[in-house]
């Protein structure tokens, strides 16, 4: 669905891409990770059309950008990390406006309009002012914009940028739902996160160049990520946190009211062994648990020492 | 009911999106109320104050009367008037139209859609016209004092307002062409008034410095030349080409025709090598206004980088210009 080949973007005399490639398939949902500058939005805006490669090819359902953008418009959803609204226009004359723009028939418009905005919560928003609108409100105005044709790739930077909790919550359903509708979607997101199991690849690009690429457990495993284990003792916390510090594969220690935390770099034996011994000391552990290893430690792991974090 | 006020999309020839948007959306702010409303006020106080102090002077002279020959001269007045007005105008409103979206960060948006950077750049443009156009029009009933008094011809009329409409096409399509080039609406909005500037006083006033020295030269010899070709580039000037339509004899004598009879003629009309050069002028600037709208594809680019120049020239010199960055790469 996207093909991307050795392209390169320079901006005077800074290296924003250097030869990526990348290859998405139809209806995998691909997330974007890296710092800030490392060549994320300077990708997502080569495949909208708005920006032209200095070189290498990029695709988008066989249709080359630069070769044939209108093609490759017709079957874009592009949401910019930061975007503008009109601000004097309703609700629903914005989605018309911009389905206009696409050329799809009024007709067709006042059946889809009321579908969009059901869709991203804005039913009872028709009538209000975009001005008037939160913002997460407008995230979502948008992300139903980028949807008003239909497109077959969604190209979304920074969706969630901004948000609160909840407003990124309601922003993961949405992309939730367009997943089980099949779209292909490229998403950069501080919420990756979050997003980690709808996600089915990732991308990891830093200084313009790919680092990682793949399904999301294989890099977390070709990482070597280390494992985070919370403990949670009835007594004697600090004790055993002193303890631990000198245990085999133990990287850090933490220990605070919430319990030990322990960065571990040993695999599922030596975890087993660790656990025997706290036990053999006779702690008194009410928990001992793995703590779920996100897309955000990945990042902070490949991206380690770099200086642009 | 509501379905009319909705925009008529793919199948409406005549209003596509973007103009539909731009002529709701404008309406939609109090600027423009505010614009046409002291526009008109300018323009009528003119008028007031002009009719005002001519009854003052001719009281002294012949008794109160206003007769058709101060009612021409109220209807130059108001023309003139209203042409510098319109040089105010038409930049304030046209060199922000593409700088301001990029500015609102809508323009990459609009960019993404199926609307053509043709259509983007003259639906901007035929909306700002219009607005320009109705602020013109607006004034009409001032310019009814002048019929009251008779003296001149509503064809003249006609052809002073048709010149006003090319005049807004012309400083419209440079403002469009600025604000396309420039990133930031402010130096558009500068560089749109400087060339306006170029066109409204530089070309008059090398015209007369031109027409000093010429005459000079024309005391030094013993037959003066019939013609001197200094009258071209007062056909550059807009005031110039206008006052030629109320006055034909202008033609010849910016010429500096000396003997004016029916084979002695204007080698070329002010007005009309006017709107001949700036025609000429109005379509390169919409064309770059267009090319340069979305990304533009430098051949000789491509393959300078595929060698891998650890630095790219060509790349680097567009840095001032707008390329299309929607956004500096990314923030930090």
């Not at chain 2, 000093?212 to 013993?222: D, G, K, L």
Request: some cysteine; aromatic content about 8%.
């Amino acid at each position: 669905m996207i093909e991307i080949k050795d392209l390169s973007k320079r901006y005077g005399n800074f290296q924003a891409l250097d030869q990526i490639s990348l290859n998405i398939e139809a209806g995998t949902v691909f997330g974007f990770v890296g710092p800030n500058g490392a060549g994320k939005s300077t990708t997502m805006s080569i495949l909208a059309t708005l920006l032209l490669p200095d070189s290498g090819i990029a695709k988008v359902s066989g249709f080359d950008v630069t070769r044939h953008p209108k093609e490759v418009r017709r079957r874009i959803g592009y949401m910019p990390d930061f975007f503008g609204v009109y601000d004097q226009f309703k609700t629903d004359e914005y989605l018309h406006f911009y389905g206009a723009s696409y050329g799809i028939a009024r007709a067709e418009r006042e059946q889809l309009i009321p579908q969009l905005l059901e869709l991203v919560n804005l039913s009872d928003k028709k009538d209000a002012y975009v001005d008037g609108l939160s913002r997460g409100m407008k995230q979502r105005l948008c992300l139903a914009r980028s949807l008003v044709h239909d497109p077959e790739v969604l190209i979304l930077d920074e969706p969630a940028s901004g948000l609160d909790p909840r407003a990124r919550i309601e922003m993961r359903e949405i992309l939730k739902e367009l997943k089980r509708m099949g779209k292909t979607i490229i998403i950069s997101s501080h919420i990756l996160p979050e997003l980690a199991e709808m996600v089915d690849q990732i991308g990891v690009i830093e200084h313009g160049r790919m680092v990682a690429q793949g399904k999301v457990s294989d890099i977390q495993s070709r990482m070597r990520v280390n494992r985070v284990l919370h403990i949670r003792t009835m007594s004697r916390q600090d004790e055993l946190a002193e303890k631990l510090q000198d245990e085999p594969y133990v990287s850090r220690v933490l220990s605070d009211a919430n319990g030990i935390q322990v960065h571990f770099s040993g695999q599922d034996a030596e975890q087993m062994q660790l656990l025997r011994r706290i036990l053999d000391w006779e702690y008194e552990v009410v928990s001992f648990n793995e703590a779920q290893t996100n897309l955000e430690d990945v990042f902070l792991e490949i991206t380690k020492g770099g200086a642009a974090i | 009911m509501k379905m009319k006020t909705k925009f008529g999309g793919g199948s409406n020839l005549w209003i596509n999106p973007v103009l539909d948007k731009e002529f709701r959306l404008r309406m939609r702010t109090p600027r423009s109320f505010v614009a046409l409303l002291s526009y008109i006020l300018i323009l009528g106080l003119l008028a007031i104050g002009f009719i005002y102090v001519t009854l003052g002077l001719q009281d002294q002279q012949s008794g109160m009367r206003f007769d058709p020959s101060v009612s021409r001269s109220l209807f130059y007045v108001l023309s003139i008037a209203q042409l510098v007005l319109i040089a105010f105008m038409t930049p304030a409103l046209t060199a922000g139209v593409i700088s301001g979206e990029r500015e609102k960060q809508t323009l990459n948006i609009l960019l993404t859609t199926q609307q053509s950077s043709t259509a983007i750049v003259l639906s901007k443009l035929v909306s700002s016209l219009a607005f320009m156009m109705l602020v013109v029009l607006a004034t009409l009933p001032i310019y009814s004092i002048v019929f009251l008094y008779g003296g001149i011809s509503p064809s003249q009329l006609i052809q002073v307002f048709l010149f006003y409409i090319f005049t807004m096409l012309l400083l419209g399509s440079i403002g469009i062409m600025c604000s396309t080039l420039f990133k930031r609406t402010i130096v558009s909005v500068i560089t749109t008034y400087g060339i306006s500037l170029v066109i409204f006083l530089i070309t008059g006033i090398v015209y007369l410095l031109l027409l000093r020295v010429v005459q000079q030269s024309y005391y030094s010899v013993a037959i003066p030349p019939t013609y001197s070709w200094i009258g071209f580039i007062l056909g550059l000037n807009p005031a110039g080409a206008l006052i030629s339509i109320f006055e034909p004899t202008l033609s010849s004598q910016a010429f500096l025709m000396t003997n004016m009879n029916a084979q002695n003629q204007a080698p070329i009309s002010l007005w009309l090598e006017f709107v001949l050069v700036y025609s000429v002028l109005i379509i390169v600037a919409l064309w770059i206004a267009i090319r340069r709208i979305r990304p533009v594809r430098r051949k000789s680019k491509n393959r300078s980088s595929k060698s891998n120049h650890p630095v790219n020239p060509s790349t680097s010199t567009q840095s001032d210009v707008a390329e299309m960055t929607p956004n500096p790469p990314e923030k930090s």
